[in-house]
């Protein structure tokens, strides 16, 4: 890891803390203070209240906020407190590694990798078993072998879906894309809740027939 | 309550659900994307990565990542997903009532009362059962009579804290304000732990030593 670190100065380093912080708390202000940095990267989706696009800390929160809301489709059980969690700082890694569209290809190409190599990176600031900790729990998300990870990741799929149906198309219009490209990237939704899954496919379907989405083209 | 209720369309109705969709889903997603609004009601704070004013979205966010990693140091257990639960909903009023400044003494004047009203109007988007069980979790946030309400009250002042450190100063420079102001308002966060107060005091007073905050007039 130490091979690929990039030499960022820490955020915090703007403004140091005072002598005499106790170190724990230094370590954890700064990693705090690192993360204000997640309000500052762009996604693709549109905002329902606002002519905007949204940033990664407003979509943490809402995806958070919608596991309190919504767990109760789990098709497993889930801890909500832990779902939750996962969902707070599953995007933290795209601080140093920056946002990959869900229908952009090219950019997809060594994502894994980008996003390794920025957790290295950022949980490093933390006390070694708190960067053990949260790094265990992007782990977790990203792996989806836990119901809590599966519905996390069902959020992050059904978010920019409602976004999109609010939007009349949104990043559904992208060029090239097609309303099977949509299905097949928030089939996931399934993995996780037969009954969101249906709703989420309802406005998919429903917004292909409006022509808010292009349908595939005919096969030769 | 109803003869305060204001007539608000639910920001769903600019693109109507299709006909079909569950009726409990239907209320769920409503109030999902009523809350979108969060995500457009300023606060006072300046960001540290850039050069704007936070939302209260973000502020969520940012509040519920700090119990991720300051819980460890709340003077009584908690419950993290409580907590975070809390902080994820504290806000939501704000999108009807509007962000109080902290220190705005009249803007403070019958806060409570539209806040509550805000509320009744806002959770009554939600099937009955999750009404009353997201206005509780409101409510306990208020009345920081459980100890997660008072950790979740704590980050909620620590954290512009934080943000006011690193601009050397921010909305300690509000006219009129002092820094025993500051330290009156931020005093509560020595209800959940003496080493977060006692931190958070230490950054008051070297933001004082260094002309960020007005020290308080000498007395006549």
Known sequence: MNEERRNRSPLAEKTPFPDGLDARLRSQFTFLVEVDQLKTVLRQSPLVAADRRENDAEHSWHVAMMVVVLAEHSDEPIDVGHTIQLLLL????????????????????????????????????????????????????????????????????????????????????????TADDVRARKAVIG????????????????????????????RA
């Open 90 to 177: 599953h995007d933290l890694v795209e601080i140093y590694a920056g946002d990959t569209p869900l229908y952009d290809g090219a950019a997809g190409v060594g994502q894994q990798e980008r996003e390794a190599v920025a957790a290295d990176e950022l949980f490093t600031l933390l006390p070694p078993d708190q960067a053990q900790r949260l790094r265990a729990l992007w782990d977790e998300f990203e792996e989806r072998r836990t119901p809590e990870a599966r519905f996390a990741k069902a959020m992050d799929r059904l978010q920019p879906l409602l976004l999109n149906w609010m939007a009349r198309g949104g990043t559904w219009r992208t060029p090239g894309v």
């Open 191 to 218: 993995d996780a809740s037969s009954a969101l899954w249906e709703a989420g496919r309802r406005l998919i379907d429903e917004g292909e027939a409006r022509g808010w989405s292009r349908s595939a083209p005919p």
